[in-house]
């Protein structure tokens, strides 16, 4: 299997279904007949907050990752399967070696905010794709492979 397919392999190990959560977030959004608009100051502290996801990840510090996501992925992605999920990344790229600054992925449904962190590696690339809820916890988290949609 080439290097491609196993990240995206991998990022199938380490995603928690985002559209699962993003179900339930819709599902509560029509019961209760609101909407949640994103503000600069919003989108502002969820670029830092991405920016620290990242962080922790490459600290492999899953405590305190898990305690900003929501039930879905706290109930759904243990820290040892994040344990387990990094360690393929870094078996495949090698140490980890640095991030750049989270960008803001406008592809994402209109109930989360989504960032991408790009992530440098000892033997490559890869960027970490981070989900978040109106509230600010964690939808999703992804590793991708940088050329990644």
Known sequence: MGKRHRLTALAAVVVLSLSAACSDD??????????????????????????????????NDWATLRKDFDATMRDSLTEAQLADAWNQVATKLGAFKSRAEPVRYTKAPPNVMVFEVPMTFERGAAKTRVAFNPDGTIAGLFVLPPEAP
């Open 26 to 59: 819709d599902n509560k959004a029509a019961d209760s007949n609101t909407t949640t608009s994103t503000t600069a100051a919003d989108a502002a502290a969820l670029t830092a907050k991405a920016a620290v996801v990242a962080d922790l990840t490459a600290r």
